[in-house]
């Protein structure tokens, strides 16, 4: 009988060792892939991030009908050739209706400088400005546009376009509109 319990508490033994082995390899195992995991979340992070800044700086441009939806936004698509003084501006984007809408106004400086670009750009005209390639082809030649901001009674702000900054100008004045409304406007 000795002999018997020897011979089986040597097997239980190695059976133990193997179970343990086996065990320790699979920790091994699980440490391993725990570690890539992390990386994995680490990555997914980074990805997360890099996509939220590639985001804000993406421009996200629809275009629908006459209008661009640009940072919550609706803007005119097709310019006109009309100038206008700084009321007549005002008046004229009030009476507006563009593809049904109505609301339409004169975009503040801010609104206005969201359009400029680091270069210019030529149209098919062989006019030069400083405009997001999707008003580059209704640029009239000189691109110079009313904002509703005021500097202070008789002078208010444009964005010259085909310059590429934007300065104050007398209401009095002639110069284009390019007209905007907001989205959430019913």
């Known amino acids: 009988m000795n002999?018997?319990?020897?011979?089986?508490?040597?097997?239980?033994?190695?059976?133990?060792?193997?179970?343990?082995?086996?065990?320790?390899?699979?920790?091994?195992?699980?440490?391993?892939?725990?570690?890539?995991?992390?990386?994995?979340?680490?990555?997914?992070?980074?990805?997360?991030?890099?996509?939220?800044?590639?985001?804000?700086?993406?421009?996200?441009?629809?275009k629908v009908d006459n209008i661009i939806f640009f940072n919550n936004l609706m803007y005119q698509r097709f310019l006109d050739k009309n100038l206008y003084s700084w009321q007549e501006a005002i008046e004229y984007g009030e009476?507006?209706?563009?593809?049904?809408?109505?609301?339409?106004r004169l975009p503040t400086i801010d609104e206005l400088e969201v359009l400029f670009t680091k270069q210019s750009r030529v149209n098919s005209y062989g006019d030069s400005h400083y405009i997001i390639k999707d008003f580059l082809e209704s640029?009239?030649?000189?691109?110079?546009?009313?904002?509703?901001?005021?500097?202070?009674?008789?002078?208010?702000?444009?964005?010259d376009f085909s310059r590429g900054y934007?300065?104050?100008?007398?209401?009095?004045?002639?110069?284009?509109?390019?007209?905007?409304?907001d989205i959430s406007t019913p």
Do not use: C
Not at 26 to 39: A, F, N
Not at 96 to 104: A, M
Not at 168 to 176: D, F, G, M, P, Q
């Open 3 to 62: 002999i018997d319990n020897n011979r089986m508490y040597k097997q239980r033994a190695e059976k133990l060792e193997s179970v343990k082995l086996k065990i320790d390899d699979i920790k091994s195992k699980m440490s391993r892939i725990e570690k890539e995991i992390l990386e994995i979340k680490q990555l997914d992070r980074d990805f997360t991030f890099k996509d939220s800044i590639d985001r804000v700086k993406k421009r996200k441009i629809y």
């Open 95 to 104: 009476k507006l209706e563009i593809s049904g809408y109505r609301g339409w």
């Open 166 to 181: 934007d300065y104050w100008r007398a209401k009095k004045l002639k110069y284009h509109a390019l007209f905007v409304r």
């Open 139 to 159: 640029m009239p030649t000189d691109s110079i546009f009313w904002s509703i901001s005021e500097e202070n009674e008789p002078y208010a702000w444009v964005a």
